[in-house]
Structures are given as structure tokens and as C-alpha cells.
């Protein structure tokens, strides 16, 4: 098995999950309605569950530090999450769009990997695979129920869509070690991953009314997997560590 | 001479944190007991993967244990199958409505949209429910309400 290839996939989805889980949390007890405030928790804490759990794999398998210290000692350099994770929460509908573009994602993505020659991920994508379920789902009704709401909820949801498409393309920036993954069928990759995606949400998008057709996919926010990250990452990361900084050696 | 059964009585006691009449028995969480010298060894399928519950249930089997005069036992977690509501026993669906939660409905490994959404009502059985959300107080709970007796009520996620 390819130690470096697989450490490397790893990595990117957890930190992907740790963040956008960090992003979601933020609207704990600010959501618009209690049952959204609740599903954006509810959310997060699974993302952020996710993370630990392949956290725990790079820890286990490949002997990397245990999951706190890689979630809350590292620099933004060596995150490789990607830029679309990384963005504020801004208003409710891009928070929506941003999950249902990212959910939609990360549903193909374990799907992908249930069938991983990496046997303890694709364990874990099997079990993860129907949590995200909900996730999908919810998103779904809420992007059908507001992209034909009103004027208004579609003109919000359309511009959310327009704003976080560029960067959701990001999320499937290639690894140069994607062959080796390909080749090891260890993963399918990012390119396979994009395509499924974009056949995946097309449908249900226009559906909602919402038009993707006339957004540009060659224009795509890559960086993040190599550790070039948004001007929004270090402040999260600032806030996220605080406690844990004050000291680290402390037992919880 | 340690018999499985009495691992088993004393597992019947170690309660779900957040669904404190549910054991972990009727959870379907117990994989298997296996007893050697160094002692009791419990093997325990985690339910949702960030249930916050997990690392308590996991020290409470060992601490019910240990009560019970089993010392050493140790507990290890089952990391490649996993785990469905459809694991929940018969007995577990019946504490979980008088509990005042809507049991899960059996999936087959395959859930629907339909599944999450219908559930009879737990307080007066009624099938005239609708899903409020799709994540409630818990991971492993949603929200409804029913019509009849207009009551809002939650719900064990089929997963």
C-alpha cells in the first residue's frame, strides 16, 4: 500500500471536516428557525466526529500524532483543507448552498470509498455513508423549498450558488498521488469524484430552479490541498485553539 | 466458573447515556463476550460515529463489570462491521416508545426518504405524523409532530 498516497487522501478529508464542522457550529444558537439551529449543530458534530475518526486512522494505521494535537497544533500551513471550507458562514443561503454542495461531495466521495482497497476506510466509509444520508437529504429539501420559494429566497440562493460554485470546484483539486490511489484502487479521485458530484446535484438544482449551466467550471479556487490557504483559515484556526493553547499538556 | 450469562445479566444493566432505559443489549451494541485468564473481554459496535456517548458506554461496561466482581475486563471496539438501527431489539423498540421516543422502522441496509418520515406517533399510535426535522436533541434522534393528538414527539433515526 501506498503509505504516502493514502496519508495524503486522509488529510484532506479530515481537514475538510474539521473546518467546515467548525463553520457549521458557528450558527449554534444563531440559526433562523430552533429546527435549523439544531440541524446546523447536529451537522457539524458529525463532521467534526468524521474528522476525528480519520484522525484516528492516520494515528493508527500510520502512526501519526493522536487527533487533538493533529487538529489543534498544527500551523495553516500544513492544513490541507481546501478554500470553500475555509469561508465565513456569511448568510444563512450560502451556508445552505455550502452544505449542500459540500454534503453532496462527501456522500460520493465515501460511497466511492466503501469499496477502498485501504480496508479500515472502507470500514469506516460504510459506516459513515448513512449518517450522510441525512445530511443530503436535508439539504435537499431546503434547496428545492427555497430555490421555488419566493423572489427573494430564490434570488439569495442563486447568488449563494454563484458565489460558492468557483470555490466548491476547489474541493476536487487533484493530488499528484491521485494515480497512485487510482492505480492501487485505494481511491477513484478527485476528477471521477467531480463528475459523479456535478451529475449528482445537476438535477436537482434545476429542479429548484437554480441555474448552474451558465457558471464557469474552469474558473475553480485551488491552493488549499498544497496548504495556500484563504485569509479566513488562520483566524479560525486562532479561535479554535485558543482553549487548547492555553495548555496543551492538559488532561480533559 | 464464569458463565457468558452472567457477563450478559450485567451487560442488561449498563444503560444508553441519553436513552437511559436502554441497555446496551437492546441497542445492539454487544458483538460477543469472550472470557480467558486474563478476564472478560466485551466486544462493542459503536452506534453513530460521533456519538458522544460511546467513550462512556465503554467505561461503564468496564466499571458495571468490575461492580460485579469481574475485574479486568476490557472492552474493544468493533471497527469493521456496522452498525444499523435494525440491530435494536424487538424489546429495545417497545422501551423506546414508552420512553416517548418513535422507534425506527427496519431498513434492510437501504434507508429512504420515506422511512425518516413516517413513524407512528409513540404517545397514541397514530400514523397521521409529520417530520419536522431530520436532526433532533441527539445524533440518533429527529423531530415529528402528530396530527391527532398534536403532540410533538422524536424519534430513533433509522440508520
Known amino acids: ?252 | 466458573m464464569v458463565t457468558q450469562q452472567q457477563i450478559y445479566d450485567v451487560l442488561a444493566t449498563v444503560m444508553d447515556p441519553e436513552i437511559p432505559t436502554l441497555s446496551v443489549l437492546d441497542l445492539g451494541m454487544i458483538m460477543g463476550v469472550t472470557m480467558s485468564d486474563d478476564g472478560v473481554c466485551v466486544r462493542l459496535l459503536p452506534t453513530f460515529v460521533a456519538c458522544p456517548a460511546t467513550s462512556y458506554i465503554r467505561a461503564n461496561i468496564t466499571d458495571a463489570l468490575a461492580k460485579s466482581g469481574f475485574a479486568n475486563s476490557k472492552v474493544e471496539m468493533e471497527t469493521e462491521l456496522s452498525w444499523s438501527s435494525d440491530r435494536v431489539t424487538e424489546h429495545g423498540r417497545k422501551l423506546l416508545e414508552e420512553f416517548g421516543l418513535g422507534a425506527p422502522v427496519q431498513i434492510d441496509g437501504i434507508l429512504s426518504l420515506d422511512m425518516i418520515e413516517h413513524v407512528n406517533c409513540p404517545h397514541c399510535g397514530s400514523a397521521n405524523t409529520t417530520l419536522r426535522s431530520m436532526f433532533g436533541s441527539t445524533l440518533c434522534r429527529s423531530i415529528h409532530y402528530c396530527e391527532d393528538c398534536r403532540q410533538g414527539f422524536e424519534r430513533f433515526k433509522p440508520l
Do not use: C
Open chain 1, 1 to 252: 500500500m501506498n503509505d504516502v498516497a493514502i496519508k495524503d487522501l486522509l488529510y484532506r478529508m479530515a481537514d475538510d471536516e474539521l473546518i467546515i464542522g467548525h463553520r457549521n457550529s458557528e450558527w449554534t444558537g444563531l440559526g433562523p428557525i430552533l429546527e435549523e439551529d439544531i440541524a446546523f449543530s447536529s451537522i457539524a458534530q458529525d463532521q467534526i466526529g468524521h474528522a476525528l475518526a480519520n484522525y484516528g486512522l492516520l494515528n493508527a494505521e500510520f502512526g501519526e500524532p493522536i487527533p487533538d494535537i493533529i487538529a489543534f497544533s498544527r500551523n495553516e500551513k500544513d492544513f490541507h483543507s481546501s478554500h470553500f471550507v475555509e469561508l465565513p458562514i456569511g448568510d444563512y443561503a450560502f451556508s445552505l448552498m455550502r452544505h449542500f454542495l459540500f454534503d453532496h461531495a462527501e456522500s460520493i466521495r465515501y460511497s466511492m470509498l466503501t469499496v477502498s482497497s485501504f480496508a479500515p476506510l472502507a470500514s469506516l466509509a460504510k459506516k459513515i455513508k448513512g449518517e450522510l444520508k441525512y445530511h443530503v437529504l436535508h439539504a435537499d429539501m431546503w434547496v428545492a423549498k427555497l430555490g421555488k420559494g419566493t423572489e427573494e429566497s430564490h434570488a439569495k440562493m442563486q447568488s449563494a450558488l454563484n458565489e460558492a460554485f468557483p470555490y466548491a470546484l476547489g474541493m476536487f483539486e487533484p493530488s499528484k498521488l491521485d494515480k497512485e490511489l487510482k492505480s492501487e484502487n485505494i481511491f477513484e479521485g478527485e476528477t471521477a469524484l467531480q463528475t459523479k458530484w456535478l451529475e449528482a446535484i445537476t438535477p436537482i438544482l434545476e429542479r429548484a430552479n437554480l441555474q448552474l449551466s451558465n457558471l464557469p467550471i474552469k474558473e475553480r479556487m485551488y491552493g488549499g490541498r498544497q496548504g495556500y490557504h484563504t485569509e479566513y483559515l488562520q483566524p479560525l484556526l486562532d479561535e479554535m485553539t485558543e482553549v487548547y493553547r492555553l495548555d496543551p499538556a492538559a488532561t480533559w
